[in-house]
């Protein structure tokens, strides 16, 4: 007899309208113009999805500098600094960019501002590639970054009373609320977002997260290392109280041991998880215990975004 254990299964999970647009551009791109085509950096922060889209015929690297001229190359969706599509043209390479249209938004906000005069500070991860993206759509030393609380203390503005801020989009939204509320006490004059530029994605997982902490014994959360909103779904599962947090790409991931004598679980994915890996957990749990599936469901998500017009037309 296997043992019995609620699987609480968070919803909204997985693919946002960025990540979803993001891939069809890429699937697109090798239909339109045959293989190879090239992506700088993944597509997205997930294995399953890249080694899907290499079978298909696209190459990822890090770096233009080692894309063909006369190839194809795709942006991916966190969003680039200004001199990778400058390089683009320079090289007349054909490109088209997958930067998700809400971290496009950002990268508007911080131009405006910067043409209005103000420095801005930037909440973010230091290395992230939205965040290198974002800071890159302006002059150096135009963008202070600052990663916590205690960091807003040690900066040196040009001058305190004329700075915006704007964030990454896949923050923890109450560790956000924090820094914002520090940035606001040292500068009150400081302009930003009604809140802050946390996608709507981002949040819905979040507080799908938070509606489920209460009721488990672990949370699993499917996601890469290297994804921000997925490793941020692990810390606010921890701060709602869940001790056993894990982040696990997929099945065979999943540290079974430390969830003997759970009777229930919580299970979510990252933005950038398919929901194959979703499944595929499933079912791992199911041959190990006798499952009751319940749908915890905070919010409905009905966004969609077009992918590039160069896509829609015929080649
Ligand atoms: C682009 C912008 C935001 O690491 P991060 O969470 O930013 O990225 P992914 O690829 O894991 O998630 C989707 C995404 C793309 N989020
Ligand atoms: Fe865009 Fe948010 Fe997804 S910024 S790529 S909708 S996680």
């Known amino acids: 007899m296997k043992p019995s254990l609620t699987l609480y299964l968070a919803a909204p999970r997985g693919f946002c309208a960025g990540v979803d647009r993001a891939i069809k551009i890429v699937e697109m791109a090798i239909e339109k113009w045959g293989a190879p085509v090239y992506v700088r950096h993944e597509i997205v922060h997930n294995r399953f999805v890249v080694d899907g889209l290499r079978a298909k015929g696209a190459v990822f690297v890090e770096d233009l500098g080692d894309c063909p001229d006369d190839r194809p190359v795709i942006f991916s969706a966190h969003g680039v600094p200004k001199s990778v599509p400058a390089e683009a043209e320079r090289r007349e390479m054909v490109y088209v960019d997958a930067t998700c249209p809400l971290v496009s938004k950002v990268h508007i906000e911080a131009e405006r501002h910067h043409e209005n005069g103000l420095q801005m500070v930037m909440i973010g991860h230091a290395g992230h590639p939205e965040t290198l ?16 609380a205690e960091d807003v203390a040690t900066i040196a503005p040009r001058d305190p009373q004329r ?3 704007i964030t990454q989009t896949t923050l923890s939204v109450d560790d956000t609320a924090g820094i914002v509320a520090a940035l606001k006490a040292r500068f009150p004059t400081i302009i930003g977002p009604h809140k802050e530029d946390i996608c709507y994605a981002t949040t819905n997982r979040q507080e799908a997260v938070k509606a489920i902490a209460d009721r488990i014994d672990a949370l699993l959360v499917i996601g890469a290392p290297n994804s921000s909103n997925s490793r941020r779904l692990v810390e606010v599962g921890r701060a709602a109280g869940c001790a056993h947090a894990q982040l696990v ?3 065979a991931d999943i540290d079974w041991r430390a969830l003997e004598g759970a009777g229930a679980v919580g299970l979510t994915a990252g933005a950038s998880a398919p929901e194959v890996l979703v499944n595929e957990v499933i079912d791992a749990f199911r041959a ?3 499952v009751t599936l319940e749908l915890v469901e905070t919010a409905r998500e009905k966004v969609e975004f077009k992918v590039p017009r160069v896509l829609r037309q015929p080649a």
């Open 133 to 148: 993206g974002t800071m890159g759509q302006l002059p150096e030393g135009e963008v202070i970054l600052v990663e916590t």
């Open 163 to 165: 700075l915006a801020f």
């Open 288 to 290: 190990r215990f006798d």
């Open 249 to 251: 790409e997929r099945a």
